[in-house]
């Protein structure tokens, strides 16, 4: 049986539809939900990653990662991943996480 403090625990962030100029039928949220979804900020990547933190099941995994999902993250403008990362990037330097995954298209 693998030792579940090896299995990532993985803080996700929801970016929908961000980054990608089409609009398929699997992952159109703004079909899916019939809203338009508001880009994320800074300060809620910090809000979403303290909460994490204080999670009980936080420090019981050895790898942590932060995962961006729902969105083509590398469709982003550069402004906006740059907003991004700078909201992770003061957690990854204390050593909360070590890791970051993203979406993205596969072409």
């Known amino acids: 049986m693998p030792d579940k403090r090896m299995r990532p625990f ?3 962030i929801f970016i929908p ?3 990608c100029p089409y609009k398929c039928v699997y992952c159109d ?3 899916i939900t019939s809203q338009s979804m508001p880009s994320i900020t800074r300060e809620q990547i ?3 990653l303290n ?3 204080r999670s009980r099941y936080f420090h019981k995994r050895a790898v942590r990662e932060v995962a961006f999902y729902g969105g083509t993250f ?3 403008s550069v402004e906006v991943m740059k907003e991004v990362l700078e909201g992770v990037s003061p957690f990854m ?3 909360f996480f070590q890791g970051i995954r993203v979406s993205t298209r596969p072409d």
């Open 10 to 12: 993985i803080v996700p």
């Open 17 to 19: 539809h961000a980054g």
């Open 29 to 31: 949220q703004r079909s």
């Open 46 to 48: 910090e809000k979403i």
């Open 51 to 53: 909460q994490a933190i």
């Open 74 to 76: 590398t469709g982003l």
């Open 93 to 95: 330097e204390r050593g």
